[in-house]
């Protein structure tokens, strides 16, 4: 299971919950980077917008991760193709705010889709052991 960028730990799990975290691993990674990564566009007016062209590294590291967690298909092998360089993302945060405290947080704020600052914020914690934490 990948808990940050570079580490993983092994849980003993059954087939189910392992082909089920596996699935949810790469949806977490597509959410972390999904400015970086093609889409199609569905509608014009969406807060969060995909960069033009897709980051090869973004790519090659969801290969990587899909083939790291037991996932084959001809469309991993070639996004392994591509280059693979090493990015650097800085944290002064360890853990992610999993509540709010003080006045009510506007409701735009909480729901829909985020805004691209609060979308950079967070994406570093989206990852399985966060939103699994029950704390």
């Known amino acids: 299971m990948q808990v940050t960028k570079t580490s993983f730990k ?8 392992r082909l ?10 597509a959410i972390r980077h999904v400015l970086k990564m093609p889409y199609k566009r569905i509608k014009e007016n969406i807060l969060i917008k995909s960069t033009v062209k897709a980051n090869k590294t973004v790519l090659r ?13 001809p469309k991993i092998s070639n996004l392994k193709q ?11 945060q360890s853990m992610p705010l999993l509540v709010t405290s003080g006045p009510r947080v506007p409701r735009k704020q909480r729901c829909g ?3 691209a600052q609060a979308h950079e914020e967070d994406r570093k914690f989206v990852f ?8």
């Open 20 to 29: 089920d975290l596996g699935d949810r691993q790469i949806h977490a990674y």
């Open 61 to 73: 590291g969801f290969a990587n991760l899909a083939k790291r967690l037991g996932y084959q298909s």
């Open 128 to 135: 399985i052991n966060n939103l699994h934490n029950k704390s």
């Open 82 to 92: 591509l280059p693979n360089v090493t990015i650097t993302e800085e944290s002064n």
């Open 113 to 115: 889709l985020p805004n």
């Open 10 to 17: 092994f849980e003993p799990r059954s087939l189910t919950d």
